[in-house]
């Protein structure tokens, strides 16, 4: 024989306590977009965070491979040019965000007086060069393309070197 329990000893629902059985779902259900839109927005912004770290770091590569004076990374061997090569540096160190960024503008400044245009734009032996490279970002949900001017978010980076001593043509 199985002992039962008395009828007085069983568990009793509070009174009201089923007709409250469906608002955890209700509450989940409001909580649930507002929490998620949150989440979308934060992963958003870790990629701008990390295309922004991404191209700082191509730069500063680019810009350690400027002030050596090669030129070799041209993929055009016949006549190689010195800009071809740095940009060349860039895309290989950018890990592949730098057709996603834009393509980006890229701006050299000889501090030290040179000239910031053509075959000595990376200056000579000894000058200050400064390569930046001005960048957009396209995001992806329009909840987070509304805060930004034109749904693409703009980041500027930038490395300043001095030139080795280098011989050769530049």
Same mark, same amino acid.
């Given at each position: *024989? ?43 912004? /870790? ?8 191209? @700082? ?20 061997? /016949?006549? @190689?040019?010195?800009? @071809?090569?740095?940009? @060349? ?26 000239? $910031? ?6 200056? $000579? ?17 329009? *909840?987070?393309?509304?805060?930004? $001017? ?16 280098? /011989?050769? /043509?530049?």
């Amino acid at each position: *024989m199985i002992p039962t329990l008395p009828a007085a000893s069983r568990r009793r629902w509070p009174r009201g306590t089923l007709a409250q059985r469906g608002a955890t779902i209700v509450e989940f259900a409001i909580i649930a977009p507002a929490f998620l839109m949150l989440m979308i927005g934060v992963i958003e912004l /870790s990629m701008v965070y990390f295309a922004n770290l991404t191209m @700082q770091h191509a730069v500063r590569e680019g810009a350690r491979y400027a002030v050596t004076g090669q030129s070799n990374l041209d993929p055009n061997t /016949s006549s @190689q040019q010195r800009y @071809q090569a740095v940009m @060349q540096k860039i895309k290989d160190s950018s890990m592949g965000m730098y057709d996603k960024v834009g393509p980006p503008t890229v701006s050299v400044t000889n501090i030290s007086g040179g000239s $910031n245009s053509g075959a000595g734009m990376f200056g $000579n032996p000894g000058d200050i060069v400064v390569i930046s490279l001005d960048c957009n970002w396209p995001l992806v949900t329009p *909840m987070m393309a509304a805060f930004f $001017n034109n749904g693409k978010a703009h980041f500027v980076v930038a490395a300043t070197m001095r030139n080795e001593s280098f /011989s050769g /043509s530049i």
